[in-house]
């Protein structure tokens, strides 16, 4: 076997094997003694935390009067690229008389979500987020479609000053 330039011989190839050999230990070694990070999922499930940018599934936070900020705008519903969100809203007549939109249904279909978060930076009233959920196994795609809007919620409403 001959190298073009001659700079190679037996004892130049066998002092560069050894060094390529010698810094691959050298990063095994120090991964080795490194703390170690592997988490114990099934087990300790409870206390896993994901971090504060994770994206899991998204929700619409309701409070304790079962009332949620969602106006039935549809921007983000807009704002998404793959269809994932369907609002449904109704119109009603409020007591003064006016027509009000509100909102009849939020569908989210999870299984064709890409967790780009357009549609959390589209609310302009922060209705939606992502919650820190990463378990979306299931076996059937149906049960992937979720509805986030609580059964005989409403909108919370502004207070008028005077």
Same mark, same amino acid.
């Given at each position: 076997?001959?190298?073009?330039?001659?700079?190679?011989?037996?004892?130049?190839?066998?002092?560069?094997?050894?060094?390529?050999?010698?810094?691959?230990?050298?990063?095994?070694?120090?991964?080795?003694?490194?703390?170690?990070?592997?988490?114990?999922?099934?087990?300790?499930?409870?206390?896993?935390?994901?971090?504060?940018?994770?994206?899991?599934?998204?929700?619409?936070?309701?409070?304790?009067?079962?009332?949620?900020?969602?106006?039935?705008?549809?921007?983000?519903?807009?704002?998404?690229?793959?269809?994932?969100?369907?609002?449904?809203?109704?119109?009603?007549?409020?007591?003064? @008389?006016?027509?009000?939109?509100?909102?009849?249904?939020?569908?989210?279909?999870?299984?064709?979500?890409?967790?780009?978060?357009?549609?959390?930076?589209?609310?302009?009233?922060?209705?939606?987020?992502?919650?820190?959920?990463?378990?979306?196994?299931?076996?059937?795609?149906?049960?992937?479609?979720?509805?986030?809007?609580?059964? @005989?919620?409403?909108?919370?409403?502004?207070?008028?000053?005077?």
């Amino acid at each position: 076997m001959e190298y073009k330039d001659k700079k190679y011989t037996y004892l130049g190839g066998l002092v560069h094997g050894i060094s390529t050999l010698a810094t691959g230990m050298k990063t095994s070694i120090k991964v080795y003694f490194r703390k170690k990070v592997t988490e114990q999922y099934p087990e300790n499930r409870k206390e896993l935390k994901m971090f504060d940018r994770f994206r899991g599934t998204l929700n619409m936070p309701h409070n304790e009067n079962n009332e949620h900020r969602c106006v039935a705008c549809g921007l983000c519903q807009m704002a998404c690229p793959n269809d994932t969100i369907k609002v449904t809203s109704e119109t009603v007549e409020t007591a003064d @008389g006016k027509k009000k939109k509100i909102l009849a249904t939020y569908e989210y279909d999870l299984g064709a979500c890409m967790f780009c978060q357009l549609c959390v930076n589209a609310c302009p009233h922060d209705a939606i987020t992502f919650d820190q959920n990463f378990e979306h196994a299931v076996f059937d795609r149906t049960k992937l479609v979720l509805k986030l809007n609580h059964d @005989g919620s409403k909108v919370i409403e502004k207070k008028k000053e005077v």
